[in-house]
């Protein structure tokens, strides 16, 4: 009997000891920014995401509520640059204001999200007599498609032209596009931009992890990005 819970006790102590020595084995931050490749199993759409997750330890995560700076390489819809909603419930995002560096801000709106498949059946534009009437219904169709977006994107020559931009910069730095707190007493909304870290809010750093993404992205998709760009991103 004795034999016996000597043994469970050393069994024990040796499980104790190696916990121990696993809590203090340093583990290797995330990096900054990662790349996640997938692709569509009926469509078949390939798409490449470089994302500035949320780190801890190890490991990279997104939580519901907060937004998360995105490229993305993408078979149907060409260079996509934006912000994304994150965790496991995504919330529309709406417009966006970002800032690379000190350079001129720039505005992303929810309305200019690219869109994919047929309108509606029933009369077409062509078919009307008035233009006006066919532009107003073009609209309110869009704008109906893209209001619970979940991901504010720019595409083509304006995504192209962004990526550029942030490859050349040190910073990034955004937040959701509320009009009315540009005025009257201050809300600190526009004071919430960037990061979250232990050290609070700081600017997404453009560094070595995200060029390196990038690159990583370009190589996956591998001459298959859809969409209207210049040649220097279209690698065909």
């Known amino acids: 009997m004795n034999h016996a819970a ?28 990662s790349s996640t490749v997938t692709t569509d199993p009926i469509t078949g759409t390939k798409r490449c995401v470089v994302a500035a997750y949320d780190r801890v330890a190890g490991a990279s995560y997104s939580r519901t509520g907060y937004l998360y700076p995105i490229i993305e390489f993408n078979s149907e819809f060409g260079l996509l640059v934006g912000v994304s909603s994150g965790g496991p419930i995504r919330f529309p995002v709406g417009d966006i204001v ?16 690219p869109t994919h498949g047929s309108p509606p059946p029933g009369e077409t534009a062509a078919d009307m007599t008035s233009a006006r009437i066919a532009e107003t219904i073009k609209y309110a169709q869009k704008l109906a498609a893209n209001a619970g977006a979940t991901a504010t994107v720019a595409s083509g020559t304006e995504a192209a032209a962004m990526l550029d931009e942030m490859l050349a910069g040190g910073t990034l730095i955004y937040r959701a596009n509320k009009p009315n707190a540009q005025f009257g007493l201050p809300t600190g909304h526009e004071q919430r931009v960037g990061q979250w870290t232990s050290d609070g ?36």
């Open 98 to 113: 970002w800032r690379v560096d000190d350079r001129p801000y720039q505005e992303l709106h929810m309305f200019n999200n």
């Open 201 to 236: 809010l700081r600017p997404f750093p453009l560094d070595a992890t995200f060029r390196q993404s990038v690159a990583q992205c370009r190589a996956a998709i591998d001459g298959k990005l859809g969409g209207d760009l210049p040649s220097k991103w279209r690698w065909v």
């Open 6 to 33: 000597n043994s469970a006790h050393a069994v024990l102590a040796g499980i104790a000891i190696a916990l121990l020595s696993g809590c203090a084995t340093p583990v290797s931050p995330a990096p900054p920014w």
